[in-house]
């Protein structure tokens, strides 16, 4: 088997969660659907109305998962990267939940999960619109700017090969694997 290649890359996975119909909630899927546009390797977008325990069941196929979501703040207030840390799995987890109790809960159905990052982008107008607001389009550039530094971090060799993958949701909420 001389032409054998391996894949030394982590599968990384990056959903921007939130209601694009109520202004700056959108950001999360914003932010998602523009990093799918650069088509680095290894690297899967979702763009979710928010996290549901079904999102357990593609977590756990991945090394590295990323969320993104946009919170409540001040025009001060920047761009927030944090580790996710594991929550209780005992507690009993709703129809919507935070990524901290969709990783647990992937963690005690699959035995594993993967190494996480939160990337909270400010928001100030949370009212109904399809609008973000100008803080809101500020600070997506800011969180690019951050989530392309943790790519770069997650990943060993610091590049990606030019294969990219987008995972594409349909209404039934399956998957599909396209190559672009």
């Known amino acids: 088997m001389d032409n054998v290649i391996i894949n030394t890359y982590p599968a990384i996975l990056l959903i921007g969660y939130g209601n694009e119909l109520r202004s700056d909630d959108g950001i999360g899927q914003r932010v998602s659907n523009l990093i799918a546009s650069w088509k680095l390797a290894n690297l899967y977008t979702l763009c979710v109305h928010q996290l549901t325990p079904e999102l357990a069941e593609i977590l756990v196929n991945f090394d590295v998962a990323i969320f993104v979501d946009a919170y409540p703040a001040t025009v001060e ?43 909270t982008v400010p928001g100030v107008n949370f009212e ?53």
């Open 128 to 180: 109904l619109g399809e609008t973000l607001s100008p803080v809101a389009e500020q600070k997506i550039e800011v969180a690019l700017q951050e989530i392309n530094h943790l790519l770069k971090t997650v990943d060993s060799d610091g590049e990606y090969k030019p294969k990219y993958h987008h995972l594409a949701f349909g209404s039934s909420g399956f998957c599909s694997n396209q190559q672009e």
């Open 77 to 119: 207030q920047d761009v927030q990267v944090s580790p996710i840390e594991l929550v209780d799995t005992t507690v009993t987890m709703g129809h919507s939940s935070n990524p901290s109790y969709l990783l647990a809960l992937t963690q005690a159905l699959y035995g594993r999960s993967p190494q996480a990052w939160w990337v």
